[in-house]
């Protein structure tokens, strides 16, 4: 029997092949019509609901519309409702504000507040070297009670206080100042550049390396980097780094740390919503070479949180402290639109070196450092000396350096 076929089979096999293809090419091409008119008929109703709103407002409402700060409200509100709670909406002004301050054109006075729960006010919890806050004679302690004639206590968000402080080079800020002896001022503040380094550190008890990340920035991996060094040419025999209340926004910044201190290896991955892993940075062979400890607390979050935990996984550096925020993702970098404002959203998920996350669940500790009502209430009182935290901390390095 021939083994060659025929040209009748050969056409009724192409045609089969046709007639497949075909069916395969609509039931995708149907797919994509139904999504992509299930997406417009959505888009509809969004606008027919907004436009709904917008003709009972207009045709009734007493008070004036600002329309701009309807506009910026309106996409405000959108970026809450896309489920996804770390996604942020900046307005024109704020979005101008943020690129001012990144390139340097506005600068603060040398200060970092919180709002005191007790009086209201700002409290000065941490103050810069050379800052035109440090040369007019603010102190750790004491509170910023107005800002240009505007009283703190109108100010709910430290956002907002941060903000107001703000002022191009040689501009005045005239702020209302309470001394930590609870002593009134009136003080002129001119604005002057200086430095704001994002990590400072000492040798405690002769023998362990503290170093405090206030937060991860651009500058942060050199600064880490030159602490790191200067602590070890001081013989010292363990790390602390201090990562609580870093809210980790530069997630280069912390794996380039990180980096710094541990072994060769996968250090992090993300993963899409694709399910695509794509990985973030490999470690070289410069580690650290003494034990570390990493103090965390509910407010270590997003990139400080992969440090802690990519020194515990690859360099086994013991936690202290208590359960961090979870904030286990990856942020986009902001976009900008065409009125000049901008929003940041979730684009992946953090991976460590073992594929797992620790996104809405947060870092358990490995020694428990919860601190009392009492302890809460002074957190901002406390010294490197007296903070109970750091004292746990300490114990815990000498334990593992075998110093005890």
Known sequence: MSKKISLGVAAAIALIAMAVTFSLTMVVSMNMFNTTVSSVKNKERQYNKLSEIDRFVRANEYFTINNDTLNDTIAAGYVLGISDKYARYYSAKANSERQAVESGKLTGIGVTVVNDASSGYARIIRLFDNSPAGES?????????????????????????????????????????????????????????????????????DSVGYLRIYSFASTTGSEFKSAVDSLMDSNVKAMIFDLRDNSGENLNAALVAADYCLPSGLIASQQGKDGVITDLRMSDETCLSVPAVCLVNGSTAGSAELFANALRKMGDAVLVGTVTAGMGVVMSDPQSFSDGSAAVITVGILQDNEAQTWNDVGLTPDVDATLSSDEQNSYYDFTIETDPQISKAVAAAQMVAGLN
């Open 137 to 205: 004679g603010l102190e750790v302690g004491g509170f910023i009670t107005a800002i240009n004639g505007v009283s703190t206590r109108q100010m709910t968000e430290t956002n907002a206080i941060t903000s107001a402080l703000l002022g191009e080079e040689g501009t005045t800020t005239t702020i209302g100042y309470l001394t930590p002896q609870r002593e009134e001022q009136t003080l002129d503040i001119v604005h002057t550049n200086y430095k704001a380094p994002t990590v400072s550190y000492q040798v405690l008890n």
